[in-house]
């Protein structure tokens, strides 16, 4: 029988750590407008079970004092998790990644504000 989840974000969540097990994950809070998607945050968390759900989530970044409605999710590692240093690293590129292509978010776990999944295409130049 499957579980039942909130959020889109709750079933990934779970669905990683069972997977993978405890993990870091690197965060990219962002505006999204009609056609673009501003960088406004960004830090990471180390995973260390799959109780966490999206209202703890959303109460973390309460504390990031940025008005976003959209968070990327990245694995620092595909093998579980990493050093804060490694962690810091990678965020680092990351975001000096993402200031020049966004296109970089579709390779994201996307949420929006509510814990929905989001896909990230790009728009055809006119």
Do not use: C
């Not at 990219?28 to 209202?55: F, K, N």
């Amino acid at each position: 029988m499957a579980a039942d989840y909130a959020t889109d974000f709750d079933e990934w969540l779970v669905q990683t750590f069972a997977q993978v097990g405890p993990f870091t994950m690197l965060i990219v809070l962002v505006e999204i407008g009609d056609t673009s998607a501003g960088l406004l945050r960004s830090s990471y968390l180390h995973v260390i079970g799959d109780e966490t759900r999206w209202p703890d989530i959303v109460q973390l970044f309460a504390d990031a004092g940025a008005a976003w409605n959209g968070a990327a999710f990245f694995q620092a590692d595909r093998a579980g998790l990493v050093r804060d240093e490694v962690a810091q690293d990678r965020l680092g590129s990351l975001m000096r990644h993402l200031h020049s292509d966004r296109s970089l978010l579709k390779h994201s776990e996307f949420f929006d504000g509510r814990g929905l999944r989001l896909k990230i295409e790009e728009i055809a130049p006119d």
